[in-house]
């Protein structure tokens, strides 16, 4: 058994996002100026924050996001960023590159609430759930890898701070926490995932939280937070428990 920090960032704002226009797989875009500063900002908010594992969508928005992060934080700067492909955004099919409310007329036609419908030829929400289990375990096997020792010595012990009230730093929830992984990816993937996690994973709402904002959209460089625990046997890493520090956290973007 080890448990270890994870704490979720969306990345920084594209051309497209301004413009209202779904991205999804087909349009790599990078990051626009302002992305860039939402980026550097968080990279700030975060930079006394230690991280061990550092996982990455593949795609351009990402990949520069998690680059400005790290480059900004004292304790990794030249940490490994694993590019992983099950970690790109929901594929919107033949809705990408179109307006978002073309896609929400789609819907709207179609009978169904936008967050469940999917375009021709794009992914489910059950899709985006199997990549989410494949990344989680080939997450959870590189962090056992990597930190064996730890392990082994019973380092990664987490103490049970489910009924405290995060207070608002950046280091909620993982002060002291020896592995820590950081993850930067996609909005809509995201929503997903927070959907499996609260839904499917049954994990706890932290004290003080309006259970809505499980289901509200992470703003570019919003933060996410948990604590992870994983069971070990012969067969591999299995999810024991989770809890949720915070989500969808924006403290260091400026309005």
Do not use: W
Not at 38 to 63: C, H, I, P, W
Not at 117 to 142: C, N, S, W, Y
């Amino acid at each position: 058994m080890f448990a270890f920090g994870l704490t979720i960032v969306r990345h920084g704002e594209t051309q497209c996002n301004k413009d209202g226009l779904l991205q999804g797989q087909k349009i790599d875009s990078p990051l626009s100026e302002i992305g860039i500063r939402q980026s550097e900002a968080a990279g700030q908010y975060l930079k006394d924050v230690k991280f061990t594992n550092v996982f990455v969508s593949d795609m351009k928005r990402a990949k520069q996001t998690a680059e400005i992060i790290v480059r900004n934080n004292r304790t990794c700067h030249d940490i490994e960023l694993v590019a992983d492909p099950q970690l790109k955004e929901r594929s919107f099919g033949i809705a990408e590159g179109g307006r978002v409310i073309e896609m929400k007329n789609m819907a709207k036609a179609a009978g169904q609430p936008l967050p469940e419908f999917t375009p021709p030829e794009g992914e489910t929400m059950e899709q985006v759930k199997v990549r989410i289990e494949d990344f989680l375990k080939a997450m959870f096997q590189r962090i056992a890898n990597d930190h064996q020792d730890k392990i082994q010595n019973g380092e990664t012990f987490i103490p049970d701070e489910t009924d405290r009230v995060p207070a608002g730093l950046p280091d909620d929830g993982v002060l002291n926490v020896p592995v820590h992984a950081l993850v930067v990816g996609h909005g809509a993937y995201m929503s997903i995932a927070m959907k499996y996690f609260f839904e499917d994973l049954k994990c706890p709402l932290p004290r003080g939280l309006d259970p809505a904002q499980r289901y509200s959209i992470c703003p570019n460089t919003g933060m996410c937070r948990f604590i992870i625990t994983v069971k070990c046997s012969n067969v591999g890493h299995a999810l024991s428990g989770m809890k949720c520090v915070f989500i969808n956290r924006r403290d260091h973007i400026k309005s």
